[in-house]
Nanobody, 127 residues
Framework: QLQLVESGGGLVQPGGSLRLSCAASGFSLNYYAVGWFRQATGKEREGVAC????????IDAASVKGRFTISRDNSKNTVYLQMNSLRSEDTAVYFC????????????????????WGQGTQVTVSS
């Protein structure tokens, strides 16, 4: 059974850091680009970052550029999202998703291009 499982979410103060993990089971992530998305309450799901299968290409949304870093460890079948300098507006449910191709698109990830999704992990930034 193909499954993506996110972990690492939680409550953090503004300015703090979290590292999210996206672990795959039932298939290898190694051949696919992977994206991170988030959805705040009452808002549409938005793309945050994408990493190519080899890890040599990443695409970041302007809102997180310089603060968030996407990376992957293909030996562990896992993709990460390191989030630093967190702000209240980063509060959302964060999802990872597998793209159908090994490359990211040239623009911020679009949910319609990712057929496989995890269940999400809540990130709350609050003092």
């Amino acid at each position: 059974q193909l499954q993506l499982v996110e972990s690492g979410g939680g409550l953090v103060q503004p300015g703090g850091s979290l590292r999210l993990s996206c672990a795959a089971s039932g298939f290898s992530l190694n051949y696919y680009a992977v994206g991170w998305f988030r959805q705040a309450t009452g808002k549409e799901r938005e793309g945050v970052a994408c990493i190519s299968s080899s890890g040599d290409t990443t695409i970041d949304a302007a809102s997180v550029k310089g603060r968030f870093t996407i990376s992957r460890d293909n030996s562990k079948n896992t993709v990460y999202l390191q989030m630093n300098s967190l702000r209240s507006e980063d509060t959302a449910v964060y999802f990872c998703a597998r793209r159908a191709f090994n490359a990211c698109s040239l623009y911020v990830p679009r949910a319609t291009e990712y057929p496989y999704w995890g269940q999400g992990t809540q990130v709350t930034v609050s003092s």
